[in-house]
């Protein structure tokens, strides 16, 4: 089973990426936007009251339950998060492991990162936010692209693919 990690700051291109893959993508976005549609408010409001309540706990759960389907049915998936530090990274693919081995099945781990330059982010950003009035706070993107590390195989990945 192929395991994808998607490594990359917001609007780098990982969930493009990922709806090209023909994989299960697992992702704590999806039930933000659930969340929202079902609410009918936007993403941003969505996203900014599972925050508030706590509720981005249970998205989180739902997340890693997914992946533990995928793993469990041996079925090949995306994950969809920005993984920017390398300490994260590697419990993600330490538990990736564990749960492969507790259900008597092989996981190949790919790492896909981006490297954007970060005027293009911005306006990918820009973009975004007409396009799907969805938005990310300038300081979160900041802090993004100030906490990245690009990934290594010594983190557990067993390749690597960089994307412009």
Request: contains cysteine; proline residues 2%.
């Amino acid at each position: 089973m192929l395991t994808t990690i998607l490594v990359g700051s917001s609007a780098s291109g990982k969930s493009t990426h990922a709806k090209t893959l023909n994989h299960v993508i697992c992702s704590t976005d999806k039930y933000v936007e659930e969340q929202a549609n079902t609410l009918g408010i936007s993403y941003d409001n969505s996203f900014n009251m599972s925050q508030s309540t706590g509720v981005f706990k249970r998205f989180t759960k739902y997340f890693y339950d997914d992946i533990e389907y995928c793993i469990k049915n041996n079925i090949n998936f995306v994950i969809d998060r920005t993984n920017l530090d390398s300490e994260i990274r590697r419990s993600l693919i330490l538990k990736l492991r564990k749960m492969a081995k507790r259900y008597g099945k092989k996981i190949i781990i790919k790492g896909v990162y981006f490297v954007i330059p970060e005027n293009v982010i911005w306006q990918r950003l820009k973009h975004r936010k007409v396009l799907e009035n969805k938005s990310i706070p300038s300081m979160i993107i900041r802090e993004q692209i100030e906490k990245y590390e690009l990934p290594t195989v010594e983190e557990g990945f067993d390749y690597l693919i960089k994307k412009p």
